[in-house]
């Protein structure tokens, strides 16, 4: 931990821990949880942690549980954290749904693993869709942030906790198993807070005010409709201040690759070899999943010949890339569900492509 | 904690309670929720806790709780409001934090809920509101429905071959170490309702003395989806429903033991 403010640490770390780091660095005291691989090591860790710094960790006896302990730590005003893989996620969406209509900010990490249902554990982007469009129920919308590396799982952990906090909202981590068990060194940068600490709307007791609620019953005339225009509004402004993406090696590109987390990664590998042998391709990596960077998508593809949309799964992004670009005819799509693509997989894919651009 | 004496209501024992907002509540005549709410608005009164209280509504008719009672109140998905208090208590130990939930929802979607936060010994207080019935959605069967008792969706009346039995949570949930406090009252004469309020008032002493989990179980009437007048409606309550959920207090801890 580091002690100084202005010393910089470099560790060495698994994604995993480096997410438990950022909560703790981001003032995050409360973590609550359910065991289930391939993302185990983060309540180890914050079982660990956290009681010696004053902090909460308590195992629920269910995920359906989990997001409620969530929900009222939350409500009381305090920054809170939980983790999770597929089918555990598939239980938190009744919860997201409400702290969504109720305007509650948390921080819910997917570590993905393989589906549907039981699935596997191996690592997957198979939750795309469950994590970016919402898997509860009413329509409503969350930052979703693609971490690709251990630096990012420790950085985006902390911008999660201020994205909830700006917007009273849960926001999301998805990862996998690779970023999640990754090892290797990164900057434990101080945080910053961008947002203000305060929570006026915080259940506390009614001391010296009148009391209030957090609720998303709104049974009154048109007092729903009313509410989702105001949600509605806030997921627009999201849109507009919170896209968040990587250009790598865009420069002179005629392939541009689209990918996100542990496809990302691997994908620079591939770029690097083949920008050795000339070949020039590069990426655009969604960091924000939601909100999707759908102009500077579609930038890249009026000015490339290709778009390799790269997935851990059967094809889920793709679909949001095809709704930010006309640029239709230019995508292709290489789908690895339930195993990370090797880099030789996507360099033979890039030469393939390379040689029919050309 | 000190306690407002009984001297500080003096003869004015009609008195709304402070923490009772003065509205007409939606609840239909001959319901017993209302008088449930009163007592829990008296009980937050005697130990002056209004400003110290986190409440946790849950899915029912007793929603509109934070209308009624005048403390802070966060609303929970059905089922859920002992894990949400969970989630208030940890946060805010120094509050005291209350449930108050129908049959149909800590019976049946929030039976595992209410059990681990039990068994956990969560220092939290739960006011459990059993009509027999799904109230809200129009009187469907509920886990606690009687043996032969007609409802929406069990228009030939409750078959045990079928349907189990009605599930008996305060003796279930006095079995766990956790639990400080199980009680079941009732509210259909004077009698029962001073004795509903002791309950209560024990109930929330063990929050405030950190002994654990404390429920008390009201038995309680749902004339309109019964098809009774509000006076059959109490009657039922003291004849077969006393019978078959016996009033009592089911556990008592007297010191903290459990250290
Ligand atoms: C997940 C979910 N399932 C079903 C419902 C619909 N529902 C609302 S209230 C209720 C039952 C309420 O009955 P009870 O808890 O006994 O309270 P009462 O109205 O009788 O006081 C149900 C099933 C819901 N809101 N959420
Ligand atoms: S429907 Fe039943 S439980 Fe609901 S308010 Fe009316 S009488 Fe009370
Ligand atoms: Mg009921």
Known sequence: ?358 | MKEKGKGGFGKNVYRRPESLVDVKTHFCPGCHHGIAHKILAETIDRFCLREKTVGVACVGCSVFLYDYIDVDVAEAPHGRAPAVATGVKRAQPDRFVFTYQGDGDLAAIGTSEVIHAANRGENITVIFVNNTTYGMTGGQMAPTTMLGQKTSTSPYGRDFRKDGYPIKMAELLATLEGTAYSARVATSTPAQIRKAKEAVRKAFDMQIKEMGFSIVEFLSTCPTNWGMKPIDAQKRVLGEMSEYFPLGVYKERKQADFL
């Open chain 1, 1 to 358: 931990m580091s002690r100084g403010a202005a010393v910089i640490h470099r560790t060495l770390m698994k994604g995993n821990e480096a997410i438990c780091a950022g909560a703790i660095a981001a003032g995050c005291r409360f973590y609550y949880g359910y065991p289930i691989t391939p993302q185990n090591d983060i309540p180890e860790y914050m079982s660990a942690h956290l009681p010696r710094i004053g902090g909460t960790f308590l195992q629920a006896e269910s995920e359906v549980a989990t997001i409620n302990f969530i929900l009222g730590t939350s409500a009381s005003g305090r920054r809170v954290m939980t983790s999770s893989s597929g089918p555990g996620i598939s239980l938190m969406q009744e919860g997201l749904s409400y702290m969504a209509g109720s305007e509650l900010p948390a921080v819910v990490v997917n570590i993905s693993r393989s589906g549907p249902g039981l699935g596997g554990i191996a690592p997957s982007q198979g939750d795309y869709f469950q994590a970016v469009k919402c898997g509860g129920h009413g329509g409503y919308r969350m930052p979703v942030l693609a971490p690709h590396s251990v630096q990012e799982m420790y950085s985006l952990t902390m911008l999660a906790f201020d994205l909830a906090d700006k917007y009273r909202n849960p926001a999301m981590i998805l990862g996998d198993a690779i970023v999640g068990q990754m090892k290797e060194p990164y900057e434990q940068t101080p945080y910053v807070s961008s947002v203000p600490a305060e929570k006026p709307w915080a259940l506390t007791g009614c001391a010296g005010r009148p009391r209030q609620h957090l609720k998303s019953l709104y049974l009154k005339d048109n007092a729903i409709e009313v509410h989702n225009w105001k949600l509605h509004g806030k997921y627009r402004r999201m849109e507009e201040d919170e896209v968040r993406f990587e250009n790598y090696r865009l420069d002179g590109a005629r392939i541009a690759i689209v990918a996100f987390g542990t496809a990302a990664r691997v994908s620079k590998t591939a770029i690097q070899w083949a920008r050795d042998e000339g070949i020039a391709v590069g990426m655009l990596r969604p960091i924000t999943l939601y909100p999707f960077p759908e102009t500077q998508v579609d930038e890249v593809a009026r000015k490339v010949d290709v778009v390799l949309v790269i997935e851990m799964n059967t094809g889920q992004m793709l679909q949001d890339v095809k709704m930010s670009t006309p640029c239709h005819d230019k995508i292709r799509f290489l789908g690895k569900p339930c195993a990370m693509p090797t880099p030789e997989e996507i360099h033979g894919e890039i030469r393939r492509l390379a040689g029919k651009a050309e």
